[in-house]
């Protein structure tokens, strides 16, 4: 099979793979019926992040079962199903405790820009839907696997409650899907920052109240105008860079909530600030598993659409020119159909 591996910066090929086979007793291999190419992806095209080999790319899945080792009987060839880029066993203390995405056995799953994947641990780490989904549902339960999942995740941490004033940092499709979930999660307000028209417009319709365009200190300013000098209760940090933490704890209100979902870079907070700043912080890499099955219930019933992120569709060997839309800001974000 042929599948997009990373060479270096903006060097990705769609190139000859060794087709993922059972491995373990554990496994399962998926023939997925969509892949996507993720914000976090970016990192190492642009070489911000280095990559010391060849690396298949892609976490972002969800498809039709092809096999399954001998040790999982709960999913069966021929369910759809979906999981997230840490495959886990949802039954030790961690997972138990809600953070699959700290499995003591987790494992991250690489590779899914391919027509097949081999998903390890599958029977913790996938949720089968009840049916097989017609195909205008798929680019949906494709966002539930990584954006929509991180976005909950962001509104969850952040403690979203029914009338919570809330702000979002960040309009890519993680920030656009935070805004979605605060909006399911009853917030009276939401303020969406973003200085883009064709993203300000996505966030208004997921359910955003205002739209603050300006960054840095201007945009604290005019957060805190908006809340009459409070600031917001749950402020939603979908970036992942010093100066979009820095503008999320300076726009919460004393006792508040800072989720952050993007991987830091660069990113360093200083002790005195926090210290004086009176806020919760709660982020890391989203445990996307605890929300699978909720979230799935809300696009099968057609609450949510979140699959309206992707801006771009391609054919999977076109998946070059999918990292590139994304790394110019041409498409929010690229789906691909293998
Ligand atoms: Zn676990």
């Not at 999982?72 to 997972?95: E, H, L, M, R, W």
């Not at 907070?269 to 989203?286: I, N, T």
Request: with cysteine.
């Amino acid at each position: 099979m042929r599948g997009a591996v990373l060479y270096g910066p903006r060097d990705i090929r769609f190139e000859e793979r060794d087709a993922p086979r059972i491995t373990q007793p554990t496994d399962a291999v998926v023939r997925l019926s969509a892949t996507s190419v993720c914000g976090s992806d970016l990192w190492p095209y642009r070489g911000i992040q280095a990559v010391s080999e060849p690396t298949p790319m892609g976490h972002e899945y969800c498809g039709i079962v092809e096999d399954v080792g001998r040790a999982v009987t709960k999913i069966k060839p021929g369910q759809f199903v979906i999981g997230s880029f840490f495959a886990s066993d949802n039954t030790c203390p961690n997972c138990q405790f809600g953070y699959q995405s700290s499995c003591q056995h987790r494992e991250f799953v690489g590779g899914a820009q391919a027509p097949m994947l081999r998903v390890p641990l599958a029977e913790g780490t996938l949720v089968a839907t009840s049916d097989v989904p017609s195909k205008d549902l798929i680019p949906s339960f494709q966002a539930v696997s990584d954006v929509m999942g991180t976005g909950w995740f962001a509104a969850d941490a952040a403690n979203v409650k029914q009338g919570s004033t809330v702000v979002v940092v960040g309009d890519g499709a993680v920030g656009l899907l935070a805004v979605l979930s605060a909006k399911q999660m009853g917030a009276e307000r939401i303020i969406a920052m973003s200085r883009h028209e064709s993203r300000q417009k996505i966030a208004r319709e997921f359910g955003a109240t205002d739209i603050v365009a300006e960054r840095g200190d201007a945009g604290v300013a005019r957060v805190m105008e908006l809340t009459r000098g409070v600031g917001a209760h749950s402020v939603l940090e979908c970036v992942g860079t010093q100066e979009s933490m820095t503008q999320a704890i300076r726009c919460t209100r004393r006792g508040g909530y800072v989720s952050y979902v993007g991987v830091p870079h660069g990113v360093d907070l200083k002790g005195e600030e926090l210290f004086y700043a009176h806020v919760h912080l709660h982020g890391g890499p989203a445990p996307v598993r605890r929300f699978l099955p909720k979230l799935i219930d809300l696009v099968w019933s057609g609450n949510i659409n979140p699959g309206k992120v992707f801006d771009l569709t391609l054919p999977l060997d076109q998946v070059a020119e999918g990292y590139r839309a994304m790394d110019e800001r041409r498409a929010i974000k690229t789906l691909l159909r293998p």
